[in-house]
Structures are given as structure tokens and as C-alpha cells.
T-cell receptor, first 111, second 114 residues
Framework: QKEVEQNSGPLSVPEGAIASLNCTYS??????FFWYRQYSGKSPELIMS????GDKEDGRFTAQLNKASQYVSLLIRDSQPSDSATYLC???????????FGKGNQVVVIP | DGGITQSPKYLFRKEGQNVTLSCEQN?????MYWYRQDPGQGLRLIYY???????QKGDIAEGYSVSREKKESFPLTVTSAQKNPTAFYLC?????????????FGPGTRLLVL
């Protein structure tokens, strides 16, 4: 089973600050990477997908991928209280449609 | 509206009982998935299906069964063999392809044991 690690504990950030989340993965052959946001008691919703090395920006969110170092990160700029949620990193397995998920990182934005 | 529906929202299971969770999608997706989420944990794959009348075991298939008789529907049965079924169950679907396809999730079913 491929491993996806999100080791940071709950992250508290002041409103307006940058939240930075990291994720490492074990399978060097992984091709697709996803960040999902999950509010308490709700189902995950896609925030970003990234497939190539480098940065991908979408509004206040930036995903960064480094396949050589096997990590993917998510930056949330100008954090808002509505960003308070758990963020799940997901990595595809072997180029098929199976995803391996990390345990998630909880983000709390303090007004 | 296109989307994924799951029912019921809450389900209670008695000892020794089999229960079935419903998942329906109208996104015309070929692939469907069932995940289990325990508190503070990520999602673990139970079963997945990439085409009608075919499905594969995921990482934690023991105590569960599925069927895929229609493209739109992928019900999950939690059998009495599953000794710790209390969890949040999530159904997802995606187009079938090279692995870059996004999985979209239904609202989930919370299963509790009486």
C-alpha cells in the first residue's frame, strides 16, 4: 500500500496570514496529486489538482509539486475563517484511478 | 443538478445485521468508489468499480460486499462479519482514464452500531 504522510499537527493561523501544508508520498511513480478540503461532518471537496513539477495557482490557493523530493504542498494566502477545515492530500497509485489519502491537516483560522 | 447522492444520512445497525448503503450518481462517470473514514483518519478504500458488472477489492474489503449492476448505482453492504462498522462512509465517482481524473464525493452516510 502506497503511503501518503501529512505529519503536521493542527495549524492555527491568524486571519490574513499564509497557511502552509505539506505532504510527502512514497511511490516515486505517482503522477497526479490532489488537495481536498473537508469541513467537520461533511464530505471532501476538491481544492486543487497538480500533475507537473512547479507551482499552480488558483485564487488564494497555490499547490507546489516536487517529484524529485516526493512532496506536494498547499499554500493558502490571506487566510479566512471559512478556510478552517481539514485538508486532505491524495496521490494516485500507479497511474490508475486509485487514490491514496493522507490523514489530513486541520487548519484553524483565528479572526 | 448533476451529482452524487447517498442514503440514508444516518444508519443504525444491530448486532448480526447486514445493512446496505446506497450510492447513486448522474454524472455519467464510469468509475465509482467506496471509502471509510474513522475519526481523525484519512480515507481508506473499501471497494471500487471501473465498469458495470466488475469491481475490485480495496485495502479494507473484509466484511463488506458491493454490486455494480447499473452505471449509476454502486451499493455497499456492511455484513455482520464487519466487527467494527462504526464510521463515516463516503461514495465517490470519476471518469475512467489515465489517473488524472478527479474523484467527486457524495455527502456520506454515518453508520452507528446499536
Amino acid at each position: 500500500q502506497k503511503e501518503v504522510e501529512q505529519n503536521s499537527g493542527p495549524l492555527s493561523v491568524p486571519e490574513g496570514a499564509i497557511a502552509s501544508l505539506n505532504c510527502t508520498y512514497s511511490d516515486r511513480g505517482s503522477q497526479s496529486f490532489f488537495w481536498y478540503r473537508q469541513y467537520s461532518g461533511k464530505s471532501p471537496e476538491l481544492i486543487m489538482s497538480i500533475y507537473s513539477n512547479g507551482d499552480k495557482e488558483d485564487g488564494r490557493f497555490t499547490a507546489q509539486l516536487n517529484k524529485a523530493s516526493q512532496y506536494v504542498s498547499l499554500l493558502i494566502r490571506d487566510s479566512q475563517p471559512s478556510d478552517s477545515a481539514t485538508y486532505l492530500c491524495a496521490v494516485n497509485e500507479d497511474g490508475n484511478n486509485r487514490l491514496a489519502f493522507g490523514k489530513g491537516n486541520q487548519v484553524v483560522v483565528i479572526p | 443538478d448533476g451529482g452524487i447522492t447517498q442514503s440514508p444520512k444516518y444508519l443504525f445497525r444491530k448486532e448480526g445485521q447486514n445493512v446496505t448503503l446506497s450510492c447513486e450518481q448522474n454524472l455519467n462517470h464510469d468509475a465509482m468508489y467506496w471509502y471509510r473514514q474513522d475519526p481523525g483518519q484519512g480515507l481508506r478504500l473499501i471497494y471500487y468499480s471501473q465498469i458495470v458488472n466488475d469491481f475490485q477489492k480495496g485495502d479494507i474489503a473484509e466484511g463488506y460486499s458491493v454490486s455494480r449492476e447499473k452505471k449509476e448505482s454502486f451499493p455497499l453492504t456492511v455484513t455482520s462479519a464487519q466487527k467494527n462498522p462504526t464510521a463515516f462512509y463516503l461514495c465517490a465517482s470519476s471518469r475512467y482514464g489515465t489517473g488524472k481524473e478527479t474523484q467527486y464525493f457524495g455527502p456520506g452516510t454515518r453508520l452507528l452500531v446499536l
